[in-house]
Structure formats: structure tokens, C-alpha cells
């Protein structure tokens, strides 16, 4: 006799989180412990989104698909986001006061945008969901977002606000990266899948944040070290010698 329990489908998943007390897949209205990586972190947003959870059982069985929290060390919004592949991105946000704040992906120091797997590969303000209705009639559900948890609105409210489109913020920069590199295991892409991928599940992108966190409030404070105009704190080192310094 098959004592398993079956999985309930992704669109019944779909339906459960439509029809739950709060909005739109998600699990708390107030700041609750999550763990991971083998601490906890305070949640202020655990969404769970069935429409990206991959098909089959995996390590992505047990995962949320949206977690937005506070780095504890350095006070930055940090948010792990389940992509529509299946894999999860990372983001930290960052104010107007620091030296990155507004710069595009491409203009990120290499110091800096290799500090995470694959490097920086996204680099926008908030998720601002007027764009979203001029371009798709709709605004981007709360779930799907990058959007800030720095000056958010309090957890509770979450119950009777089911989108963020009455808001602006124009006052957190977003810099993100993926794990859909080779060598990274994408789980809907079952056609492209190599011996030896590997899947980044959510222990190993939440030490990436923490890691970007941590080397973007680094920056910010060297900056504070030197007097004003003063920007030799911004220059790199030199390159590592390839050829034993000769």
C-alpha cells in the first residue's frame, strides 16, 4: 500500500493561495522568524507563489517563493525572489546617501558586482507598478515584486493592500543577481539540464545577500572616512598578476 502523500497540483496551489484570509499567497501578517542557512531571520514578508513553484518534488518543495527581510548586521532590506524558471534571485536595497545609489548594471565596480554568484545582473529602483499598468493594464501583484521592506508599509496592512500601485518610491536602488548560470540547475529547464548542475536553493542565495549587504555597507562607510570630494576610497586594486609578477 503507497503511503505517500500525493502533491497537490499547482493549480489547486494556485487556487488555495487565491482563496486564503490574506492577500494573495501570503503567509504572515506580522514579522515572524524564518530560518535558513542555519539561523533565523525576522520575515517581514513570506509569500508563497504555486504559479513558479517547479513541477515535481525537489529542494524547492519546502521553500517560500518571496522573502523580504532586514540584514540584521547592516540594517539593509534584502529580498529573495523565486523567478518564473524556478531558480531564486537575490536583492539588496540601498539608499540615496550611498555611492551606488541610481547606477546601472554596467557601472557597478567589478569589487562589488563579483561579490555575488554570477555577478550583479540587476540593478533598478523599486518595482513601481504605475509603469505596469501602462505597459500590461494591471499592476504587478505584491508577490512578484522588488520592492522596498526598508520604509514598507506595516506587515499588517498587507491584509486589505493587495498591490503596491498607489505607491512611489523612487527612495531604494535594488542591486540583484540570478542563478540561472551555467552550471546552476534550472528546475523548468528539464531539457538543458547537464550532469553535475546544481541547484541554488535558499540557504545559498540568502548567504549571497548577506554577503552583498555586508560589501555594500562597507562602501558606504569608507566613503563616510573621507573628506568630501575626496574619491580615492571608489579606485580599485590593480589586477592580480597572471604571470607569477614577472
Given at each position: ?6 502533491r ?52 524547492w ?24 524558471d524556478g ?21 557597478i ?24 499598468r ?9 508577490r ?102 614577472e
Open positions: 500500500m503507497n503511503t505517500m502523500a500525493k497537490p497540483s499547482k493549480k489547486s496551489a494556485i487556487a488555495k493561495a487565491e482563496a486564503s484570509k490574506l492577500p494573495d499567497g501570503l503567509v504572515n501578517e506580522a514579522p515572524v522568524a524564518y530560518h535558513v542557512a542555519g539561523t533565523s531571520i525576522t520575515a517581514l514578508q513570506i509569500y508563497h507563489n504555486p504559479d513558479r513553484k517547479p513541477d515535481g518534488d525537489g529542494p518543495s519546502n521553500e517560500a517563493d518571496k522573502i523580504a527581510w532586514i540584514d540584521a548586521e547592516t540594517g539593509l532590506g534584502c529580498i529573495m525572489l523565486r523567478q518564473e531558480t531564486i534571485s537575490g536583492y539588496t536595497g540601498v539608499g540615496p546617501d550611498h555611492p551606488l545609489f541610481g547606477f546601472n548594471v554596467d557601472a565596480p567589478i569589487g562589488i558586482a563579483q561579490t555575488v554568484h554570477g555577478g550583479v545582473t540587476y540593478s533598478k529602483a523599486c518595482e513601481v507598478n504605475r509603469f505596469a501602462v505597459a500590461w493594464g494591471e499592476p504587478r501583484k505584491e512578484y515584486t522588488v520592492c522596498h521592506v526598508t520604509r514598507t508599509r506595516l506587515v499588517q496592512e498587507y491584509r486589505t493592500v493587495q498591490t503596491t500601485e498607489d505607491e512611489f518610491h523612487e527612495d531604494v536602488w535594488w542591486l540583484g543577481f540570478d542563478t540561472n548560470h551555467p552550471g546552476d540547475l534550472v528546475p523548468d529547464r528539464t531539457w538543458d539540464r547537464r550532469k553535475g548542475d546544481v541547484y541554488r536553493d535558499q540557504h545559498f542565495v540568502y548567504q549571497n545577500c548577506i554577503k552583498l549587504a555586508r560589501k555594500l555597507k562597507s562602501m558606504m562607510e569608507a566613503q563616510a572616512d573621507h573628506p568630501e570630494g575626496d574619491r580615492s576610497w571608489r579606485l580599485l586594486p590593480p589586477p592580480a598578476s597572471t604571470n607569477g609578477g
